[in-house]
């Protein structure tokens, strides 16, 4: 019946995933009917949940919440946007130099652990350049986009808080592993640099400007939460928190309470509460995102689903193939999105440990 159970859970999990329909409330509700109809009341079913979800909290949640509430008040300040302006104008460009700047800046964007806001910082600047040089637009995505993946190791990321929150495990303690994911990706970013550079070549003939028309630059107003002044004075505190985390490896749910603090009393004493309501939508779809793992990976857990369908593909797999399970699970996470991978670590985990594979592994 548990096996029944977890395969149906499963299916229904799969279709949600392919169709892309509200994959959140079905991880929400779905598993709670499941644990009831194996037996569960509804106060052994909220035990395990708040309890599993207290521990979510304290190892990857508030982490994640307050690491983007850092990232949202230092992007709007300005700093990422003239960092990237300096080093633009400092460089000598051509369209093979301008492929380069956006693998380096797609890769230090992404630090701030959420795409919109690296997307933000990396292609409004360089845009102009991109017209100037005839750069394809599509090309500079996948450049960027392949920069920011190779860091997505970060334990305040969004993509890592949610892979670590399925698999149960530490955000941080899974980062240090991961980092050496990012090296993979370093011949990978060499051989797309080149295949886009020849291909740039071979449709402008020229590595030149393309399009020499120059517009004239309207002035813009500050933006209202832009603080130029403060410039020098965050990027001393971006630096701290950097070296707080990777050299002290200090709790980071504890660097990022005491960034964001000092960040919002320096910048906007008076009107921070704007920018807390702005991310505020946001924070309430992380912690929905949060309590959807949660509940589905609690009652999957501690209803015996995992060890009845860890038992049941040991028994009737093939031994040989389950130690390929991770690199079978990878190859379907290329052909479903990307929440397949949610699934997957719910039974490749404790299967992995049956096999006497390291969990982090």
């Excluded at 979510?56 to 300005?78: R, V």
């Excluded at 700093?79 to 230090?108: E, Q």
């Amino acid at each position: 019946m548990t096996l029944l159970m977890a395969i149906l859970l499963i299916i229904i999990v799969v279709i949600t995933v392919v169709t892309d329909k509200v994959f959140n409330f079905v991880l929400l509700t779905v598993p709670i009917i499941f644990a009831f109809i194996l037996g569960d009341n509804i106060f052994k079913v909220s035990t395990y949940v708040v309890t599993q979800f207290a521990s979510l909290m304290q190892s990857t949640g508030f982490m994640l919440l307050f690491a983007f509430l850092y990232f949202t008040m230092l992007t709007k300040t300005g700093m990422f946007n003239t960092i990237v302006n300096f080093i633009t104008s400092k460089v000598k460009m051509n369209a093979v130099v301008l492929m380069i700047l956006t693998t380096l800046i797609g890769g230090f964007s992404i630090l701030t652990g959420n795409f919109t806001p690296a997307y933000l910082i990396t292609f409004p600047i360089l845009l102009p350049l991109y017209k100037k040089f005839n750069v394809d637009r599509g090309d500079a995505f996948m450049i960027a986009q392949t920069a920011m993946s190779a860091m997505c190791f970060i334990p305040w990321g969004i993509g890592m808080a949610y892979t670590a929150s399925s698999a149960g495990l530490n955000a941080t303690h899974l980062s240090k592993e991961g980092m050496w994911w990012g090296l993979c990706f370093i011949p990978v970013i060499v051989l797309q640099l080149i295949y886009f550079a020849m291909r740039h070549k071979k449709i402008n003939g020229t590595f030149g400007a393309v399009n020499h028309e120059e517009t004239a630059q309207e002035k813009q107003e500050e933006a209202e939460f832009e603080r130029p002044k403060m410039l020098w004075i965050n990027l001393v505190i971006f630096v701290i928190v950097m070296i707080a985390l990777g050299i002290f490896q200090i709790a980071p749910y504890l660097v990022f309470i005491f960034a964001t603090v000092v960040t919002a009393m320096l910048n906007y004493p008076k009107d921070y509460s704007k920018i807390f309501a702005e991310v505020g939508p946001m924070y309430v779809n992380i912690l929905i995102m949060l309590l959807a793992i949660n509940v589905y990976q609690a009652i999957f857990n501690n209803t015996g689903m995992v060890k009845a369908l860890s038992d049941a593909l040991i028994q009737y797999t093939p031994h040989f193939l389950l130690h390929y399970l991770s690199i079978i699970m990878l190859l379907l996470c290329t052909i479903f999105p990307s929440k397949f991978l949610t699934l997957c670590t719910q039974f490749s985990s404790p299967l992995g440990q049956v096999l006497g594979f390291q969990r982090l592994r």
